[in-house]
């Protein structure tokens, strides 16, 4: 016959009241403080060379000349629980109870801190990990913390900001896009008459050529020629920008599924966790495909065509940003711990504390020391010039390169351990007509 459940419980809290609020074992050499309260021997003295000399429980505090006693009566009562024989078939005291239902700090009660096996109810923004009680005693004592409710209501309230955002830059992109259309009808339709046509166009010179003597048949050639010409790289300037356009609306589309399938979820550890994003020495879990073997990232949205600007805002030195083609390496190649600009698929600006260096095809130029973290990009695939800038405390181009791009480019980085980079959003940001001219002249 099986052991009743009682019997289970009361061994379990009896083991509880027997535990060290300090190293959560059973007590090893109890003693008691004038306040009432028990710690092992050991315990409270080790917190008391790292803390105030204190109760750690009700922080009253101890007097200097006082001596720590023994406690004998809760010493014998621990005596007798180690020596007494291990249970039988019932189910072990010190075991963790299995998830089930009943209260909880979150819609799923089962949860359990992976430390200590206790409920989770707090969030540690340090660790940005759900921790449990017992976590504050040691791992998070000096972390910032927050209640799980509290931490998830102001998650949420930046979710649906920046959900807000996208919305109003896909209105936008939409209404790009539509007159995008309209200028394409207006350029192929033959039977409008605008001055955009450039069917229109082209037959009001043949009309007034075919009048001329035969000696201008020449120059109506060419002038036709010109005019297809100009008619065909209009056509690809709006095609290659209705394409920007469509990819940028996919992905603020896929951004805006993802923002909405986190807010609907219920689990407040996926919730909270999932939006951490904090430099590691090793993978959370296995590499998915795609992954860097290096302390790389690299940006989802790629540039085919057109003029492209954007700020990156670093928090100290030994980082590099750049641009790559999609078959960039993901792995590591010879004592170099990027590989942004050490081939002939990136083109990267390495910053140290001491200098910066412009790397392209294995090859370095070393720059100038950068005094600013905020740094700024601009890519003009037409031309085929790429140019970095610092832009504090004023703005100067650092280096450019001139190249002819023939893949699709996608923004890439690197940085050190506790370093971190910051895309800045500002859609309206041009740099002024003097300044590009200054980096047009840089080597």
């Known amino acids: 016959m099986r052991p009743g459940p009682p019997a289970a419980m009361a061994a379990q809290r009896l083991e509880d009241k027997l535990t060290c609020a300090i190293c959560l074992g059973l007590y090893q050499d109890p003693v008691t403080l004038?306040?009432?309260?028990?710690?092992?021997?050991?315990?409270?003295?080790?917190?008391?060379?790292?803390?105030?000399?204190?109760?750690?429980?009700?922080?009253?505090p101890f007097p200097d000349g006082a001596e720590l006693r023994r406690n004998v009566a809760l010493s014998g009562v621990l005596e007798e629980l180690r020596a007494r024989p291990a249970p039988g078939p019932g189910p072990d005291p010190g075991s963790a109870p299995a998830p089930g239902p009943?209260?909880?700090?979150?819609?799923?009660?089962?949860?359990?801190?992976?430390?200590?096996?206790?409920p989770l109810e707090l969030f540690c923004r340090t660790e940005g990990l759900c921790v449990c009680s017992a976590c504050t005693v040691r791992e998070c004592r000096l972390h910032e913390r927050a209640?799980?409710?509290?931490?998830?209501?102001?998650?949420?309230?930046?979710?649906?900001?920046?959900?807000?955002?996208?919305?109003?830059?896909?209105?936008?992109?939409?209404?790009?896009?539509?007159?995008?259309?309209?200028?394409?009808?207006?350029i192929q339709a033959?039977?409008?008459?605008t001055q955009s046509s450039a069917c229109a166009l082209a037959s009001m010179v043949f009309g007034k050529f075919s009048r001329l003597l035969q000696a201008l048949e020449m120059r109506r050639a060419?002038?036709?020629?010109?005019?297809?010409?100009?008619?065909?790289?209009?056509?690809?300037?709006?095609?290659?920008?209705?394409?920007?356009?469509?990819?940028?609306?996919?992905?603020l589309a896929r951004c805006n599924r993802r923002i909405r399938d986190l807010l609907e979820q219920l689990d407040d550890q996926t919730f909270l966790q999932d939006q951490q994003v904090k430099h590691r020495r090793q993978p959370r879990g296995p590499d998915r495909p795609g992954s860097f073997?290096?302390?790389?990232?690299?940006?989802?949205?790629?540039?085919?065509?057109?003029?492209?600007y954007w700020e990156v805002?670093?928090?100290?030195?030994?980082?590099t940003l750049g641009i790559a083609y999609p078959k960039l390496t993901r792995r590591r190649q010879g004592p170099h711990t990027d590989n942004i600009g050490r081939g002939p698929s990136s083109w990267g600006l390495c910053i140290q504390e001491d200098s910066a260096q412009a790397w392209h095809n294995g090859e370095a130029q070393r720059l100038p020391a950068v005094s600013g973290r905020l740094l700024g990009v601009d890519l003009d695939l037409a031309s085929g010039c790429l140019t970095f800038y610092s832009l504090e405390p004023k703005t100067q181009p650092l280096h450019t390169f001139h190249a002819f791009f023939t893949q699709p480019l996608y923004p890439i980085f690197w940085l050190l351990e506790g370093r971190t980079l910051t895309?800045?959003?500002?859609?309206?940001?041009?740099?002024s007509p003097g300044l590009q001219e200054e980096a047009s002249g840089l080597s």
């Open 34 to 60: 004038l306040c009432g309260h028990n710690f092992c021997g050991a315990c409270i003295r080790d917190w008391w060379k790292r803390c105030e000399k204190a109760c750690p429980e009700c922080r009253q």
């Open 102 to 118: 009943g209260p909880g700090p979150g819609p799923d009660p089962g949860a359990r801190c992976p430390r200590h096996g206790r």
């Open 147 to 186: 209640l799980l409710d509290a931490e998830r209501r102001e998650r949420e309230a930046q979710l649906r900001a920046t959900l807000e955002l996208t919305q109003q830059q896909a209105t936008q992109a939409e209404s790009q896009l539509q007159e995008l259309h309209w200028q394409s009808n207006q």
């Open 190 to 193: 033959p039977h409008v008459p």
């Open 222 to 251: 060419l002038a036709l020629r010109d005019i297809e010409v100009a008619k065909t790289q209009v056509l690809k300037q709006v095609r290659d920008e209705e394409q920007r356009l469509e990819g940028h609306l996919e992905a």
């Open 293 to 308: 073997e290096l302390w790389q990232v690299q940006c989802a949205q790629s540039f085919q065509a057109g003029q492209h």
């Open 313 to 319: 805002r670093a928090s100290d030195h030994s980082v």
């Open 423 to 431: 895309l800045c959003h500002q859609p309206e940001a041009k740099l």
